[in-house]
């Protein structure tokens, strides 16, 4: 099995022939920086010292050219052939609280959230738990590649992952989801990962910003918060956008938790009024209505964010007008 060894600080670990550098690194209890899994962040990057290696995304968007004459590699996508020297600064911030692991999940259940949400509901051949936040790599045998997608449900032991996927018109994993995939069937799972998991600890009020296929990762932190002894005294604000009102989940989603309409506050908001079908509630973008909602109190909140790339650049944008401490701002971006 390849050995990877980074030179700089003495550290070396195994990477099996099926696994990842940055996955294998992770899992062996390691900081290797990542955020996205699926070659388009880039924040993986290495620079290979010796040894060979595969990449198994050619097409991806965070792996250029140069980088390839460089001798630098996507850690997510870079598959060892032989041991391998490597060059990249460790941080513990990227340390795992659960180790991710590979396993299997059989589909017990799905259910439709909005016209083009469905939760699909996986039962886990080894039980995995995870952080609210956190996302799983999902590997459809007959899509290349893995897919991230975050748990929408709170587990203690990880027994079951609930996904709430988008479904995305010629999409390869989602059309694999919503088209070929049926109850009792199985599918490889890998997880979990992520940062933007529920800060515990954090003495503020929390805000979570949502949009589109951003809904899952909120769901799971909401359900959460809610539940911690901990957090029992914080205001909680859920902004959910879509561009009509059918892109909206039903309000039960929420409302069945406890505290809701008291220190619960879900804030739908539709962003084209022109398609709004009788709309009566708030008209714009996620971003916009928090800061109309909450005004200066937004900078002492912690905030969770999931969505689309051009909500995330709008909601980033806004953290970096108001000034709000970037330790407060919890995100994986999506792509
Ligand atoms: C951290 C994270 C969390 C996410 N959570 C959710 C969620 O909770 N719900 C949700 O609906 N969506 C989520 N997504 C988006 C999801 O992962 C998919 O991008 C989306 O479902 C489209 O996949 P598709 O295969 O149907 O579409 P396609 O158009 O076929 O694929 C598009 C996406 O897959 C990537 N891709 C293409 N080929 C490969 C390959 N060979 N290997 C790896 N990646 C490849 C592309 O970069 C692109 O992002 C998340 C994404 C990330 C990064
Ligand atoms: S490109 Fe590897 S983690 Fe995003």
């Known amino acids: 099995m390849p050995q990877i060894l980074i030179p700089a600080t003495q550290t070396a670990f195994d990477c099996p022939p099926d696994d990842t550098i940055m996955r294998a690194a992770v899992r062996h209890g390691l900081g290797f920086p990542y955020e996205c899994n699926v070659g388009s962040c880039g924040n993986c990057k290495f620079e290979l010292l010796e ?14 050219e140069r980088d390839l004459q460089r001798k630098r590699y996507l850690g997510c996508q870079a598959k060892p052939l032989t041991d391998c020297k490597i060059k990249l600064n460790l941080r513990d911030h990227y340390k795992s609280h659960f180790v991710p692991a590979k396993t299997t999940g059989t589909l017990s259940a799905i259910e439709d959230i909005t016209h083009d949400i469905r939760e699909f509901r996986f039962t886990l051949a080894a039980p995995k738990p995870f952080l609210p936040g956190q996302y799983g790599l999902i590997l459809p045998t007959d899509v290349h590649g893995a897919r991230a997608y ?21 999409g390869a994993c989602t059309g694999a989801l919503f088209e070929r995939l049926s109850v009792g069937q199985t599918v490889e799972l890998d997880g ?34 809610i539940a911690s002894e901990k957090l029992a005294d914080r205001q909680i604000h859920f902004f959910y956008g879509g561009r009509t009102p059918r892109d909206l989940f039903r309000e039960t989603l929420l409302s069945v938790l406890p505290g809701y309409g008291s220190r619960l506050h ?42 689309p790339p051009l909500m995330a650049e709008a909601v980033m944008k806004t953290v970096v007008e108001m000034k709000i401490p970037p330790a407060q701002v919890h995100f994986d971006q999506f792509f």
Request: some cysteine; glycine content about 12%.
């Open 192 to 225: 979990p990962y992520g940062m933007a998991y529920l800060r515990e600890d954090a003495p503020r009020d929390i805000v979570l910003l949502g949009g589109g296929s951003g809904l899952s990762p909120m769901v799971s932190l909401v359900r959460a918060a």
């Open 51 to 64: 040894g060979e290696i595969e990449h198994l995304r050619k097409d991806a968007p965070g792996w250029t």
């Open 266 to 307: 879900y804030h739908p908001a539709i962003s084209m009024p022109e398609e709004n079908g009788g709309w009566t509630g708030k008209v714009g973008f996620v971003h916009d209505i928090a800061k109309a909602t909450l005004g200066e109190k937004l900078r002492e909140c912690e905030i969770y964010f999931a969505g």
């Open 150 to 170: 975050s748990m929408s449900n709170v587990t203690a032991d990880g027994a079951e992952w609930h996904f709430q996927i988008r479904r995305v018109p010629n």
